[in-house]
């Protein structure tokens, strides 16, 4: 709970902070950007009022700039941008630290793309499991099409063994945040 | 010709730096690569005609669109299971009966997917169907008049998604029950607990037969299935023409929280129905009748009217003691499309849930039946190997695949919601050849002649279900969109986004030439049969049976016979039939009159239809054309009077007679 809340500040923060620098530093959008229509996908709409989604959920905590370079480099942020829903295990700066040294760097190379998309595609299931939904035992089905196994034990959650340290109701699912990268079996 | 030609060619050209002008400023990304040559494509200079017509089903609008390809024009709206005040359609007396189900009058429906008829598996041209999801129905649409002339009630089912997709000759319309039920021997659906699912609550799919000549619909049979989810179909063509495929989901059989619990399993079904044996055990016999109630409305062109009949019989084939008719192949996660691609050969399961596209093979599930190379049952049916019956899988196609159509040169197109993009694959070998972003979200999508023996390919229509930002905002509701690619190159081009109305599920395109020449003008004054039609002004009069007031009434440029009506009482129900007696194409007239608690009705050249006006007040009220018919529309006009109840004055009308009509008027 102490977890919980102390993360939704900082998050919150952290939102605002990269809200304010998204803006173009705080410059009005000129005439022509305000008539011309947006051409990007689906996370370049500029909609600073909706409930954030999953990835900007992701990009405005400090604790998770290693993910969301690999959303990046994995072109899967307009995927997590989409309508959803989505339930995403987002790993920790920490978790991606556990990895051994280089994984992170090596699998940020073009080449690795679809290794890279297929372990994040494994963070994420279609459709929003709350944190009172988990069921010792339970089988998640992920995205890339593999299985996670959920554990809960007095009262705390794990996925593959990977620990829940907090969730973050997103517009479009939920983010729990995870101390692990869950690696495809 | 060459003149227009060159008009043409210039103003497109001179249009373009107007088009592409606002582009320049825009960010240089994914989106932004509309090739130059993209207004070209999608410009009809005025006075010319789209090369296609695209019927687009308007979802929770209970209508169908009709835009020309490849300009996205608005050629007409449809309204279908929807009242639509706009014409009178649901309100007028004449197609009231056509919204009538066995709940009595239900004037909404959720209308998703659009089948045009086919002969030998390809367009002719002749009707287009469509479902209505919540109060299961069936409608026919009359290509040559493009109104629906025909709805059917469909019983023993609930939710009607897997619908109205047709056999190759338009033999049937199918029909399968999205939410299972608690159906009973007795076709009845009982008083149970929800969470008895898997004990009581079934499913059907039932197959309606059309007339090869009339177009008329009946209740052929229906087969009894296990309760889940039957979610789309497609027939089989060429060597599977005897096949009809629906795909199935929720085979967990939940009833509460599917999002999460009709997730579980690795792979739910793609059902394979013998239509031709069902006939074969229908007639011999072998089918249980059964007493249902659903209403059959057909709507007369000769007397411009419907008539609602409720029908109380069906055949059920039960596939347990049937063996040979039903089979289930396992299909990854929750199938949502389930497509026959042009050679009948191989069936694209689009799992929602799924990493990959499972192409069965038809005549290896031909030979797993043979071989009885079975993996169990479901409820008595026999369940079919998965390897058996697999062409293969196309890998980690996208995220979210729907649906899928088919260009006829072996390539297939498939709408992946979740990665908002389309995907152009080989069939034989399994290989993503094309990929490119929709914007944003994408549903279905079509391409013309698609799902026939004989697509006519060049283009692929996405429906996207968000807009965003991708048009001008009009608060919290934003219209839904088409884009427009063209599949005529080895890469699919973005050349088009178009606004929608209601919310496109599927949609089916044909070549215009297909339709055009045989579409009606006006009705033959000579040929209604109204019964209160007045097919010349002197024919035209008021009557009174009892407290209803009839007043058979015409309309020619630029008045109505009569146009003055006297003698109405309060307590009257006055039916205005109005019978446009032009003879000339794009002529309609229009009508309405105060206080109305209907709608205005617009009534076609040659036709008759009634809007029944209830007074609710003494005085003197107006009527006039609503349709701008001619220089003198605004002339166009008349009055009712209505009297106090137990009023002396007598029923009179004229028109054109200024003096005070003969009676004990004041």
């Keep these: ?185 | 010709m060459k003149n227009q030609h060159l008009i043409s060619f210039i103003t497109a050209v001179l249009c373009l730096p107007l088009l592409f002008g606002a582009s320049g400023c825009k960010p240089k990304n994914i989106g932004s690569a509309v090739e130059g040559d993209a207004a070209q494509k999608v410009y009809v200079a005025p006075g010319k005609y789209d090369e296609f017509y695209n019927f687009v089903s308007g979802g929770f609008n209970g209508q169908i669109s009709v835009y020309g390809i490849p300009s996205g024009r608005l050629l007409r709206i449809i309204p279908v299971f929807s009242q639509f005040a706009e014409n009178g359609w649901g309100y007028s007396e004449e197609t009231k009966p056509m919204l009538n189900t066995s709940h009595g009058f239900v004037p909404w429906d959720d209308s998703h997917h659009v089948a045009l008829s086919t002969t030998n598996g390809e367009h002719d041209g002749r009707w287009a169907f469509i479902n209505g999801n919540n109060t299961p129905r069936i409608a026919r649409i009359d290509l040559k008049t493009f109104r629906t002339t025909e709805i059917m009630e469909i019983p023993n089912s609930s939710g009607n998604h897997s619908s109205p997709f047709l056999t190759e000759n338009t033999e049937y319309a199918v029909a399968g029950t999205r939410f299972s039920y608690p159906l009973d021997d007795a076709s009845s659906n009982p008083d149970v607990a929800i969470n008895t699912y898997k004990q009581n609550f079934k499913g059907t799919v039932s197959f309606v037969g059309i007339d090869p000549q009339s177009g008329r619909m009946s209740l052929s049979f229906q087969v009894l299935l296990p309760g889940f989810n039957f979610d789309l179909s497609r027939c089989g063509r060429g060597p599977s023409h005897d096949w009809f495929f629906f795909s199935c989901y929720n085979t967990e059989q939940a009833n509460t929280l599917l999002e999460v619990n009709a997730s579980q399993k690795d792979k739910d079904f793609i059902m394979a129905v013998n239509w031709k044996k069902c006939e074969e055990y229908v007639k011999a016999g072998k089918g249980k009748k059964s007493k249902v109630r659903f209403a059959h409305n057909v709507y007369d062109e000769k007397t411009h009217s419907a008539t609602s009949t409720i029908e109380s019989e069906t055949v059920v084939l039960d596939p347990k003691e049937l063996k040979d008719i039903v089979y289930f192949m396992p299909c990854p996660k929750s199938p949502h499309g389930c497509d026959v691609d042009p050679t009948g050969e191989y069936i694209c399961g689009s799992g929602k849930l799924a990493a990959v596209i499972p192409v069965f093979s038809f005549s290896k599930i031909q030979k797993a039946i043979a071989d009885q190379n079975y993996d169990g049952d479901f409820e008595g049916i026999p369940v079919l190997k998965y390897d058996a019956v697999l062409h293969g899988e196309v890998k980690k196609p996208g995220l979210g695949p729907l649906h899928t159509e088919f260009d006829g040169k072996g390539f297939a197109y498939t709408s992946f919601f979740v990665s908002s993009e389309i995907v152009k694959w080989n069939i034989e070998k399994l290989e993503v050849v094309d990929r490119v972003p929709t914007y944003y979200s994408i549903g279905h999508l079509c391409v013309p002649g698609g799902p026939t023996r004989k697509p006519h390919g060049k283009y692929v229509i996405a429906y996207n279900k968000i807009t965003k930002d991708r048009y001008l905002p009009t608060g919290p509701e934003l219209t839904q969109s088409a884009q427009l690619y063209d599949i005529s190159g080895d890469k699919m081009k973005l050349l088009l986004d178009f606004p929608t109305t209601g919310e496109p599920h599927y949609a089916e395109a044909i070549p215009a030439s297909l339709i055009q020449p045989q579409s009606t003008k006006f009705f033959k004054i000579e040929e209604n049969q109204h019964p209160y039609a007045a097919r010349g002004e002197k024919e035209a009069k008021a009557f009174r049976e009892g407290n209803k007031v009839h007043i058979n009434m015409t309309s020619i440029r630029s008045h109505f016979t009569p146009d003055n009506i006297e003698g109405v009482k309060m307590g009257d129900e006055v039916y205005f039939h109005v019978t446009n007696l032009e003879q000339d194409w794009d002529v309609p007239h229009g009508f309405a009159v105060k206080g109305a608690n209907n709608a205005e009705i617009l009534i076609m050249p040659g036709e008759t239809c009634t809007l029944k006006w209830v007074p609710d007040r003494v005085g003197v009220f107006p009527i006039y054309c609503t349709d701008f018919c001619s220089a003198l529309h605004q002339e166009m006009q008349g009055y009712v009077r209505v009297s106090p109840k137990g009023s002396s004055v007598p029923l009179t009308f004229s028109t054109g007679n200024k003096a005070e009509p003969t009676g004990e008027a004041k």
């Design chain 1, 1 to 185: 709970m102490k977890i919980n809340f102390l993360f939704r500040i900082t998050l919150a923060i952290c939102v605002l902070f990269t809200l304010h620098a998204c803006n173009g530093a705080g410059t009005a959008p000129s005439a022509s950007q305000a008539a011309a229509s947006a051409d990007g996908g689906q996370s370049t709409v500029q909609d600073d009022l909706s409930q954030k989604d999953v990835v900007k959920v992701a990009v405005g905590s400090p604790d998770h700039t290693t993910l969301v370079t690999a959303v990046k480099a994995a072109e899967l942020v307009d995927v997590l941008s989409n309508a959803g829903p989505f339930t995403v295990f987002a790993p920790t700066n920490a978790a991606f630290d556990k990895l051994p040294a280089g994984t992170v760097t090596d699998l940020l190379k073009p080449d690795k793309k679809e290794t890279l998309q297929d372990i994040l595609q494994y963070h994420v299931a279609v459709a929003v499991y709350k944190p009172e939904m988990f069921q010792d035992g339970q089988v998640i089905n992920m995205a890339n099409g593999g299985n996670v196994t959920i554990g809960v034990k007095d009262g705390k959650v794990t996925v593959n063994g990977a620990h829940l340290l907090a969730s973050v109701p997103a517009s479009n699912g939920i983010v729990h945040v995870i101390d692990e990268v869950l690696l495809p079996k």
